[in-house]
């Protein structure tokens, strides 16, 4: 990740440096696309790539990057979100549509909510106390980091610690749906969160 602070980098975008535009978004992927798996419920998974609706919200920060207000991470942070969310609303509904099935139709405020609470159990991800205000940029800064760590893990270990973590289901039903026994998920989990550990030093 670039140590450039997020900050000189949006005002190096509005003056319409192409590479610190570049450099800004490359530097958020990894936080967006755990955001997004862990809003892909069973129904989604395996139906829609993940990858793709983050390539798809980075492409629309990039074509509507003039019309974002903002002038800090945190600011552009919620924009990104608010993007991703709408993105995979489209997603759910789009397949919704397809199977026919209007018990799996989720609403808008839904899925911002969904990804506003993943966000939340990021930022809360590295400490367990609630933050000061003072501490609050430094526990958004953790998500972002703590989110582009999880995202270069394998992906078993991935998968483990969205299911456990973000989505908070028992180990009985992750492995159900990873066809593993809950004694190794919990081990899967454990050896996740040590490779996590290691990746954030």
Known sequence: MSTEDASDLIQRCRGGDAGARDLLFTRYLGYLQILARAQLGRHLRGKCDPSDVVQMTLLEAHRDFSAFQGC???????????????????EARRF????R????????DQVRAGVENSSMILARGLAANTPSPSQAAVRREDAVRLAVAV???????QTVLILRVF???PAEEVAQRMGRTAGAVRMLQMRALEALREQLG
């Open 72 to 90: 800090h991470e945190p600011e552009l942070l919620a924009w990104l979100r608010r993007i991703l969310a709408h993105n995979l609303f489209n």
């Open 96 to 99: 919704a549509a397809q199977q």
């Open 151 to 157: 995202s270069s893990l394998p992906d078993d270990y």
């Open 167 to 169: 989505e908070e289901l």
């Open 101 to 108: 099935d209007a018990t799996r139709e989720v609403s808008l």
